[in-house]
């Protein structure tokens, strides 16, 4: 690197609910200052996650687009390549669908030397039309960031060169997950029974993550396990599909709907387990999460969660979408105290040891400083 600070644009859609924005909150305000000046764009400044850009004292600049061909977000798009002519921005770092196909083209136009694009999903949620897209983006990029391997195999399989992309997988702040004092001082703070057997799922409520898979699996678990309790936090749009099934099927009195909890480190130490029983993830920060609060966890043997969970050594994976086989793993868990213990503490040192955010923050900089160490316009 230079002696100088370099010129940086990072580009998110908005700041909550979701594990990319998250992430992108996380990473983005630990940049290092002394290294980079750093300009958030953003289509929308919206979400509990936006008070770490504040803190960290980020200049942040909103684009409020519309429809894609709107006459808005066409003024959206020049005033933003006008900004980052102006700012004499050296790299664009775009995060997600959105800002990909939004700013990654425009970046190309204004003249910016380096385009960093993202993957932070397998793609099985795009349709024909945004693969396409996203295709034509990466291909202008100098390189892709994934935080995956599953990302990186799909990417693999798209026709991207293994030589554009780079890994940066996902941090958790492990200090704020770590269990905030114990089980029952925390149920004490939620209203909820010290000693009832809580099971929890921490996700929007979409169809990927999987929600009616669990809900299926209540019926078997209670049958051993009565008292046994399940927690659904986050908000979405299938909120009301799966509150009419859990009345449908008698299981009101073991299924609470939590809506959009801000307090997650305080919610998983109240838990016994978390289940994420998706059929989509690339590297899902719940589960980061929860094993930071040494928690056993449950989840599909799919993409990401494959690479997270060593099964039986440090969390347990089922086949997506077998309600049944997730019924046992939990009824094994629930009969075996010693067992979520074990689980619960093998994966907070695994956290600990290769996912804390820190790292993540650092080998996000190494992909820049790659980039701005070459001569612009250079292979």
Known sequence: MT??????????????????????????SRLDQSKYNVLVACFSRTG????????????????????????????????????????NIELVHTFDYYTNVF???????????????????????FSLRQRWALRRVFSQSNCVVVNSEAARESLLSEGVPSNMIRLVRNGVNIEEFHSNGNQRAARIRWGWHPAKPMIGIIANLRPEKGH????????????????????????????????????????????SFL????????????????VLPS????????????????????ASAIGGCKELIDHSQNGLLFTSG????????????????????????AARKHA?????????????????DELLDRVPGAA
């Open 352 to 368: 600990e040891a290769e996912f804390d955010i820190n790292v993540a923050v650092k080998r996000l900089e190494v992909v820049y």
């Open 259 to 274: 809506g959009d909890c801000s307090n997650i480190p305080d919610l998983l130490a109240a838990l016994d387990i978390v």
């Open 3 to 28: 002696g100088h600070r370099r010129n940086l644009c990072v580009f998110t859609d908005r700041f909550g609910h979701g594990g990319t924005q998250h992430q992108f909150a996380e990473l983005v």
């Open 103 to 125: 700013a990654g083209p425009l970046t190309r136009m204004a003249g910016v030397p380096f385009l960093v694009t993202s993957r932070r999903d397998t793609g099985s949620m």
């Open 212 to 255: 009616d898979v669990l809900l299926q699996a209540v019926p078997e678990v209670v049958q051993q396990f009565p008292d046994a309790h399940f927690l659904l936090a986050g908000p979405g749009p299938r909120e009301s599909e799966l509150r009419k099934y859990v009345a449908a099927n008698g299981l009101t009195g073991h299924v």
């Open 48 to 87: 509990e996650f936006f008070k770490l850009i504040e803190a960290a004292s980020l200049q942040v600049v909103e684009f409020a687009r519309g429809r894609w061909y709107a006459p808005s977000t066409i003024q959206c798009g020049l005033a933003w390549m006008n900004l980052i002519r102006r700012q």
């Open 279 to 298: 059929t989509s993830e690339s590297m899902p920060n719940v589960i980061l999460e929860a094993m930071s609060a040494g928690r056993p966890v449950i």
């Open 322 to 345: 077998d309600s049944h086989a997730l019924a046992e793993q939990i009824v094994l868990l629930l009969a075996r105290p010693e067992l979520r213990a074990s689980l619960g503490e």
